[in-house]
DNA sequence: CTGTTAGCGCATTCAG
DNA sequence: CTGAATGCGCTAACAG
């Protein structure tokens, strides 16, 4: 069997309904002043020979765009990220849109290749969780009048409609709690402070200790760790200071399943009983986090919901006429639930 | 600040650098046949106009492509099925194609739009993991040379290129290894044998029964739980059978997820100490698998790899002059992990 | 109700 | 080395 690539264009379908290309189109637009006999037949032809419309041809012409909105993640494969992604394509093809989904692995150089191919492919707009502080790759889609939303992590110097998390306020909660269950030495596990979230969670935790009166100790802090394979390093080197840590504070869920591993590993070394093991804060919730060895507590949120903010924000944007008013800032509720063990 | 909805046409660039439209195509091309310091005003005209040429309008010419795959994942929040798309993504982009990602939720009607719409955006190829048993879209999209990738499951009835594991091999030896370990009472959780891996994955739990001369017990059998939480339940039936298993085969990681939840939290209401409950056998590894309150042993294979076999088969097809040779049926090993915990 | 003309942005073909 | 003409698939705008 050989692959016949061909693909029917309209004036095909016209010939075989034996009308013009025209009446095709009208009969595919909803069928304003087509006959409906002549409309079944059309129909029909179409059925018959597999018929879809170009959107690309269509989308050139003036007025019509592509239907397509660009998401650029840093990670795919992360749980919280692949579910934000599902909340944004859910809500996008609420309005028959589709996702042209990139990775940029935490790679600022990829996201701007990204960003530059979607616009090639003229995205209406564009949802990213940026990995860049760097502006101007965004500020140019701008510009073009391809609107941009940030997800999750602001960018610096970019004016850009955002939804983000309450990470200070959260922070600051999760680490209240800690220090109000008798904990003074709060080890921190988080992503480097050049990312946005990171800066904001460890914001938050650095101004909870200051409001109870506890000094930071920066031989406490890692931040840095992005991978759980990290995270266990890091925890590694907490667990073997003279004086550990009683809790570690994780800034993500990479953070805190590294910590729970090592600490899961060493307890089954059985050196030292389980209770001796630092509890865990967890900014993030994830799977089984109830199967941890020592006491912990989550800090949680739902990415699907922060998809579909952010889509809606950029949805909105596209539908409305003007320059559909000012940007938006919105910042996502966290709850702290205490003990999930 | 309005937003200027104005994307740079070639001719503006062309305008602008003082040449004719094709001196501006031809640089972006190569450069062939365009002087040097033409060339340098081109581009500089590209740079200040923020221009990026129309691939949409590039791809409706004869000869070229969208550079478009089409993905359509049952869930993609599901992490297996995230790594899954981060492989064919990472694939794609490295011959600068994208991917344009949808969610069927495990429905063959959203399944069938979905193919339509990518069909219609003229994508190149469609890498699916069918929710549905039918083949009529997915044929129709082969026939006008769109060729079709199944990942993880087949479809009876389409000759497809086709990656999936060793469910089969990868039960049995899962199976076995319970018996061999002394279980002659072992539960089942699975999907509906109406979905592919769920038959094939049966069949070889079946398969290992037999083999060692244990008979079938219907009611340790449970095909159908596709949650956590609807794996929790069945769980929960078997735990409270008068004569439970001593072990239970897990066909996938939210079966696997929702058994461990379960056993879990009974062990925490300590009504019977750990060893009493079931140890378990997942089809699929997970995150934090070893923190399993019971032994576990895995069947662990490697969804991104899926991912980047199910892409290198599309693009071989898509690269591939003629029909690109008969369709090839790729079964991807899987590796049997005992006692993780 | 239906068909013709024209043009969206781009690049192949053919003249210079 | 450069430009003009032409047409990809589609659909407003304008006849009829």
Redesign the interface.
């Known amino acids: 069997?050989?692959?016949?690539?061909?693909?029917?264009t309209i004036k095909e379908v016209a010939l075989r309904a034996g009308v013009s290309p025209m009446t095709v189109s009208r009969t595919l637009s909803g069928g304003l002043n087509v006959k409906p006999d002549v409309q079944e037949r059309v129909l029909a032809a179409v059925a018959e020979l597999?018929y879809?419309?170009?959107?690309?041809?269509r989308?050139?012409r003036p007025g019509h765009s592509?239907g397509?909105i660009g998401v650029a993640i840093t990670?795919?494969?992360?749980?919280y990220?692949?579910?934000f992604?599902?909340g944004v394509?859910?809500e996008a093809?609420l309005t028959?849109r589709?996702?042209?989904?990139?990775?940029t692995s935490e790679d600022a150089a990829r996201e701007n290749a990204l960003v530059?191919?979607f616009?090639?492919?003229?995205v209406e707009g564009l949802i990213v969780v940026p990995a860049s502080a760097e502006p101007d790759h965004l500020a140019?889609s701008?510009?073009?009048?391809?609107?941009v939303v940030l997800a999750s992590r602001r960018v610096e110097g970019l004016d850009a409609d955002s939804v983000v998390l309450a990470d200070d306020e959260g922070a600051h909660r999760g680490t209240i709690a800690l220090i109000d269950g008798g904990h003074t030495r709060i080890g921190y596990l988080g992503n480097t402070l050049a990312i946005f979230t990171g800066r904001r969670r460890h914001a938050g935790f650095v101004r909870a200790l200051e409001e109870r009166g506890l000094r930071l100790d920066a031989s406490l802090v890692a931040a840095g760790p992005q991978t759980?394979e990290q995270a266990r390093e890091a925890t590694r080197a907490l667990l073997r200071m003279k004086n550990p840590p009683t809790a570690i504070f994780c800034a993500n869920n990479r953070n805190a399943?590294g910590a729970?591993?090592e600490i899961?590993t060493q307890i089954g070394a059985g050196l030292k009983p389980a209770t001796a093991y630092p509890e865990i804060m967890s900014f993030d919730d994830?799977?089984?986090a109830?199967?941890?060895?020592v006491p912990i507590s989550v800090i949680d949120h739902d990415p699907?919901e922060l998809g579909r903010t952010a889509a809606r924000l950029l949805l909105d944007r596209l539908d409305a006429d003007?320059?559909?008013g000012p940007m938006r800032e919105i910042e996502l509720p966290v709850e702290l639930r205490t003990h999930l063990r």
Not at 1 to 8: D, E, G
Not at 119 to 122: A, N
Not at 290 to 293: G, I, K, Q
């Open positions: 069997m050989t692959a016949r690539s061909h693909r029917p597999g879809h419309r170009n959107e690309n041809a989308s050139i592509s397509l990670n795919i494969a992360n749980p990220y692949s579910t992604a599902l394509e859910e093809a028959g589709r996702i042209l989904l990139g990775n530059s191919d616009l090639g492919r003229r140019a701008q510009k073009q009048g391809v609107p759980v399943i729970i591993k899961s994830f799977e089984l109830e199967l941890s060895p699907r003007g320059d559909g």
